[in-house]
Structures are given as structure tokens and as C-alpha cells.
């Protein structure tokens, strides 16, 4: 069984950073696309950013409300994908998770949350002064 365990939430004034990670296990990580999605209550879940590898290339994924400011990465060998979130604003303030998907998606389609098939508990960010 797939399990996805994100890390790193918490309270940050607008302008600071934060970090986040989410660790899988019961699966070849390598081997999926992975991606940061958020949610506010009341709204749908949307796309941060993605990234996926194919034929030992990776290629990023970002939605225009986060380009510039958050880096996604990821260390196979730890089983491990990353959020660097820089220059945060009160806007960003959601409910963020991880999710996993299997095999390759278009580019068009890997900030939609449809396409993942594993989902993390979330973790909560509040970008408040």
C-alpha cells in the first residue's frame, strides 16, 4: 500500500519561507510523478506543482499564482519530494498535500488532482502577521 506523509507545516509571516516534505512508502518512488495541491475550505483543490521524470529528465510543473516563489524537488534515494516556499503570502494560506501518480501524464494534466491516485494527510499552512 502506497502511504504519503507530509511534513512541514505551520504558521509564517507574509514574506518568510517554509519547507515541505512528503515521504512515501510501499512503492518504487522513483517510478511516479508527484505533485503539491492545495485546498481552502468552501474552494476546490487546486495545483501547486508537479514534477515527473521521463528517460532521466525531469520536468516542472507550476501554476502562475506560485511560479518564482516555490520550488518542488525531489531525492529518490530518500523517498522523498520537497516544497521550498519562498516570499509567502497571506493567500497561500491552505491546507497542502502530496500526491502520487504511477505512470506518465500529459504536462496539461499534472496540476489537475483528478489524474493522482495517492493522496498525503495534508498538512496546514497560515501565512498570517
Known amino acids: 500500500e502506497v502511504q504519503l506523509v507530509e511534513s512541514g507545516g505551520g504558521l509564517v509571516q507574509p514574506g518568510g519561507s517554509l519547507r515541505f516534505s512528503c515521504t512515501a512508502s510501499?512503492?518504487?518512488?522513483?517510478?511516479?510523478?508527484m505533485g503539491w495541491f492545495r485546498q481552502v475550505p468552501g474552494k476546490e483543490r487546486e495545483g501547486v506543482a508537479a514534477l515527473y521524470v521521463s528517460s532521466g529528465l525531469s520536468t516542472t510543473s507550476y501554476s502562475d499564482s506560485v511560479q518564482g516563489r516555490f520550488t518542488i524537488s525531489r531525492d529518490n534515494a530518500k523517498n522523498t519530494l520537497y516544497l521550498q516556499m519562498n516570499s509567502l503570502k497571506p493567500e497561500d494560506t491552505a491546507m497542502y498535500y502530496c500526491?502520487?501518480?504511477?505512470?506518465?501524464?500529459?504536462?496539461?494534466?499534472?496540476?489537475?488532482?483528478?489524474?493522482?491516485?495517492?493522496w498525503g494527510q495534508g498538512t496546514q499552512v497560515t501565512v498570517s502577521s
Open positions: 510501499g512503492c518504487t518512488f522513483s517510478n511516479y510523478g
Open positions: 500526491a502520487a501518480k504511477p505512470s506518465w501524464i500529459p504536462g496539461a494534466q499534472r496540476l489537475q488532482p483528478q489524474p493522482y491516485n495517492y
